[in-house]
């Protein structure tokens, strides 16, 4: 070997060994976040461009299962969108929204209720077990744990839940399975309804008494103005959360309101991510700094201090991200 090859060689060795000390750092970072969420049930609404595109939801969905082998207790909540958009165009069904809600005609329930549960719930619990067997697909159809009554009456088939059973979905994550729901439940008038996924997550993460719940969507969390991508509020405290109902965009509604539900009922806290940067569930979890916006319970410990230190080295990391 040449002297240029040694010195290559070892210059190679160097950059390795760089890189396996900023992993070990990074594994180091994460160990206490590890210790403080093994053994705690956490909320995870899917949904958005993670869930369309094959690379982003394949690393979604190896993300939960690392969740679930650390020793989370994951479950997933789904919408699903653009799948049903895109199918009900194929039909000739028109697509409206209210205030972030599709209106929902019987029609429009058929096409919601083959495409959730018929299509998306089916490629993610596959997506999930090829890593073993792991996940079982859900509606609120399902041992009817799921009860929900129409919402508006111009929103069609729209419904609330009403009430969640926690008989199944707890005997699932007690014996080490991952539930994933398609929003969609059942009536007492034996009727289906669409329900907004965010909502039914909010909904869920209450009934089961989790200990988070995690919004993934298509945006980097809450703006305090959106049109400014600098004002994003990295945490915020209930009573914050609901005074900025007010001001937030239809399609956020739902997910703080669901937020703000969860928390009422005495989830921890909720946190709203960009689904489509890759691993944001895992660098909201285990880091100190975080990705998105944390909203938490008003007597919450979280000092000026730390907030000052997560917002500065989040703004790091995505800068970071952006070269």
């Known amino acids: 070997m040449s002297e240029d090859e040694k010195l290559s060689y070892l210059e190679n060795i160097r950059a390795a060994q760089a890189a396996s000390s900023g992993l070990a750092e990074v594994l180091i ?18 949904g958005g461009a993670a869930m369309i595109d094959d690379k982003l939801r394949a690393d979604v969905m190896s993300d939960i299962v690392l969740m679930k082998i650390i020793g989370l207790k994951p479950v997933i909540v789904h919408g699903g969108g653009n799948d049903i958009t895109e199918m009900a165009d194929r039909l000739g069904l028109p697509t409206e929204f209210v205030d972030g809600m599709r209106v929902t005609t019987p029609e429009m329930m058929e096409v919601v209720k083959m495409v959730l549960i018929g299509k998306v719930n089916q490629e993610l619990v596959a997506e999930m077990n090829t890593h073993g067997h792991l996940a079982v697909g859900l509606n609120g159809a399902d041992g ?18 009403t009430a969640v059973d926690t008989t199944l979905l707890n005997d699932l994550i007690d014996n080490d399975y991952i539930p994933v729901i398609a929003s969609v439940a059942l009536g007492d008038d034996g009727m289906s309804y669409n329900i907004n996924a965010d909502l039914a997550a909010g909904e869920i993460a209450a009934a089961i008494g989790a200990h988070k719940v995690i919004f993934l969507t298509d945006v980097d969390g809450l703006y305090a103005d959106f049109e400014d991508k600098t004002s994003l509020i990295f945490r915020l405290n209930l009573t914050e959360a609901k005074e900025a109902m007010s001001s ?5 509604i739902p997910k703080i309101e669901a937020c703000i539900k969860a928390l009422e009922a005495g989830v921890p806290r909720a946190h709203i991510l960009n689904g489509t940067i890759p691993h944001s569930l895992l660098l909201e979890i285990f880091t100190n700094e975080g990705v998105g916006t944390m909203i938490m319970q008003d007597d919450d410990s979280y000092s000026p201090e730390e907030f000052k230190a997560a917002a500065l080295n989040s703004l790091a990391r995505k800068l970071h991200m952006s070269d």
């Open 144 to 161: 009817h744990f799921m009860k929900a009554r129409q919402m508006q009456k111009e929103l069609g088939m729209v419904g609330e839940v």
């Open 29 to 46: 970072e994460a160990l206490p976040w590890i210790k403080q969420s093994t053994g705690n049930t956490m909320v995870i609404k899917y």
């Open 248 to 252: 937030v965009s239809s399609g956020m």
